[in-house]
């Protein structure tokens, strides 16, 4: 049994991660300031003594170092999330994923911590050519003069830091790159496109699919994810490695809305928006995102293998059971 923190624990991952910890044992602080992160989120164990949910940003140096007092290990995921959340706010997105990740590697070094696990993303990847991308690959980002590529290149510091901490220091640091992650509680406020597609569908439509729908991309369920996470966190041997955390199955976007159609109203109509105004004319987005999820595998003995089908089903009953509470 460990005392663990998780930042951003009343998020989408966060809360899925924080009711895992807790069925293993451990302690777990949240910490959330619940400005993408949803207090309900966490009902199903908001009364388990052995969980502390203090309300505070990764910003605020005092929060941050009250939130890591005791800590063995950190599960690092807050951060500025969502495509149309980082083109809108590229200022916020800076600020908020990399001052605070410094600060947080210090305090864990100067602390108790052994354990340092980095949420980072297949946006570090940009424009990467690749049929499927390898961890150890060149990244690809775009011109400074495209705010989209301010996330990828801002979880990329990241990256440089916490590993520099490992070499430096021995904290044991292990990095995910996040692959898409998919499942109940998502919400769609920040171009997250599962969660937008169904809701959109179980309201009677359009879907609406940026550009014409050829963009690949792999879609991985939550619960497999947080698993991951776990086990990463549990083999000495993934200490100081990057490691893709997702699906390796594509399906394009096109695909995808047909598919959540099928599921909830054959009636419903996709309606195609060009990027320019989803976002804005200089959006750049990324064709083909597909994770060589091999180093995960041979490390842990497993990867995200939930089927897209059994996916949808179970994101359209939770959204339904939603819709249905709020009517």
Request: some cysteine.
């Amino acid at each position: 049994m460990a005392k663990c923190l998780v930042t951003g624990g009343a998020g989408f991952i966060g809360s899925h991660l924080t009711e895992l910890l807790l069925s293993q044992g451990h302690v777990v602080v949240v910490l959330d300031n619940l400005s993408t992160g949803r207090a309900h989120n966490l009902d199903a164990v908001k009364h388990n003594s052995r969980l502390e949910i203090r309300n505070g940003s990764i910003t605020d140096p005092v929060a941050l170092s009250e939130a890591v007092h005791g800590v063995d290990m950190i599960f690092h995921l807050a951060a500025a999330v969502g495509v149309k959340l980082v083109a809108d706010d590229p200022v916020r997105t800076i600020e908020t994923n990399i001052y605070p990740t410094d600060h947080l590697l210090r305090l864990a070094v100067q602390g108790s911590v052994k354990k340092f696990f980095l949420a980072s993303t297949s946006e570090v990847y940009g424009k990467h050519p690749g049929e499927s991308w390898v961890e150890d690959d060149d990244l690809h980002l775009g011109p400074t003069s495209r705010p989209r590529w301010a996330y990828g290149c801002s979880k990329a510091i990241d990256e440089f830091l916490a590993l520099a901490y490992h070499k430096k220091f021995g904290l044991g640091v292990t990095v995910g790159r996040f692959f898409n992650v998919v499942g109940p509680r998502q919400v769609g406020n920040y171009g997250m496109v599962v969660p937008r597609f169904v809701e959109a569908a179980l309201r009677g439509g359009p879907v609406i699919v940026y550009d014409d729908g050829s963009q690949v991309r792999c879609f991985a369920h939550v619960r497999e994810i947080t698993q991951c996470i776990a086990k990463l966190m549990a083999t000495e041997t993934a200490e100081g490695r990057v490691f893709n955390i997702g699906s390796d199955q594509p399906v394009s976007i096109l695909e995808l809305a047909k598919s959540v159609i099928a599921k909830t109203n054959p009636n419903v109509e996709v309606q195609f928006v060009p990027y320019a105004q989803a976002y804005s004319e200089d959006f750049e987005d990324v064709q083909r995102r597909v994770p060589n999820v091999n180093r995960l595998y041979e490390t842990i003995g497993q990867k995200p293998v939930t089927t897209l089908n059994e996916i949808l089903d179970d994101i359209i009953a939770w959204k339904r059971e939603v819709m249905q509470s709020q009517s």
